[in-house]
């Protein structure tokens, strides 16, 4: 009964998708059991390809955000940047071929982080698309172009280990992915406007396991000293381990995490790649 109901629960889900796009079906389905937790396999890795600020000279910086997720043979691009010259300008220099994305997620439809999104389906356009919500001109554009696209409405698992939030907030829906890598949960978020606390409240209700990193434009987080300093005490009753403050971060933000976390705040910036041990070499 159970694996039949997980199977009813899944059909109901991309029949949702299906109702949402109003065009025939296109995409390739990733859902697998959200009960499965399994780790993010084989190598893992993260490259800041969009960013405000530089971090590896001979890049350019820009107002938006974009990074490429290696999980085992999986690359997976979260958001595409405002500009999509610069994006490919980023990734060539940095040797990435963006012919070779898999799957492409849009924390929410702000232009900072989709603006780079059709150019990119223009090299790849069997990368399947995974949306928070859509509308009327980008369903028409998908149409035209027949590309793969999954409305997320619901906490979704896309390859093993990963998954996302499902979309959240008021207005605007976002969402965040979530690696579920061997030191723990990796969060990956957009602008956090649905708050970036919510953000990680929603990830450990999820998989159930300690935060490990976050990388985030902690867009929505309070300015002023006691609000910051409330917020950053709940990070740490959270149990988040490290940050790394990205794109829309107030540089007062910025400042007041890198003092509360010290050698654990994570300096991002475009060219920055963070590596992660793979379950195999930890068992070595």
Not at 22 to 33: D, R, T, Y
Not at 185 to 214: D, M, Q, T, W, Y
């Amino acid at each position: 009964m159970l694996l039949i109901e997980r199977f009813q629960r899944e059909l109901y889900m991309c029949w949702h998708c299906i109702r949402n796009l109003h065009f025939p079906v296109f995409f390739i389905i990733f859902i697998s059991q959200l009960s499965s937790a399994a780790p993010a396999y084989g190598e893992l890795s993260i490259t800041v390809l969009y960013d405000n600020a530089p971090f590896k000279e001979g890049l350019t910086p820009d107002y938006g955000f974009s990074c490429l997720i290696k999980a085992g043979k999986k690359n997976i691009l979260f958001d595409t940047g405002k500009d999509g010259s610069i994006l490919f300008l980023n990734s060539d220099q940095l040797g990435i071929d963006l012919k070779k994305i898999d799957l492409i997620i849009a924390s929410h439809l702000h232009q900072d982080h989709i603006g780079g999104l059709f150019p990119l389906l223009e090299i790849q356009p069997k990368a399947a698309v995974f949306l928070p919500e859509s509308t009327l001109e980008l369903n028409q554009q998908f149409l035209e172009r027949g590309n793969k696209v999954i409305i997320v409405d619901h906490p979704m698992q896309i390859d093993k280990g990963i998954f996302l939030t499902g979309a959240l907030g008021q207005g605007m829906k976002e969402q965040s992915l979530i690696i579920n890598a061997p030191s723990g949960l990796i969060i990956v978020a957009g602008c956090s406007h649905p708050g970036i606390l919510n953000i990680i409240k929603r990830s450990k209700e999820l998989l159930n396991r300690p935060v490990f990193l976050v990388i985030a434009g902690f867009h929505s987080m309070p300015q002023t000293i006691e609000g910051l300093s409330a917020a950053i005490s709940q990070f740490k009753l959270l149990g988040v381990k490290n940050v790394g403050p990205a794109h829309c971060t107030s540089e007062q933000t910025k400042a007041f995490l890198k003092t509360a976390y010290g050698k654990n705040y994570i300096t991002i910036g475009v060219g920055k790649t963070l590596n992660f041990s793979s379950e195999k070499k930890r068992k070595k």
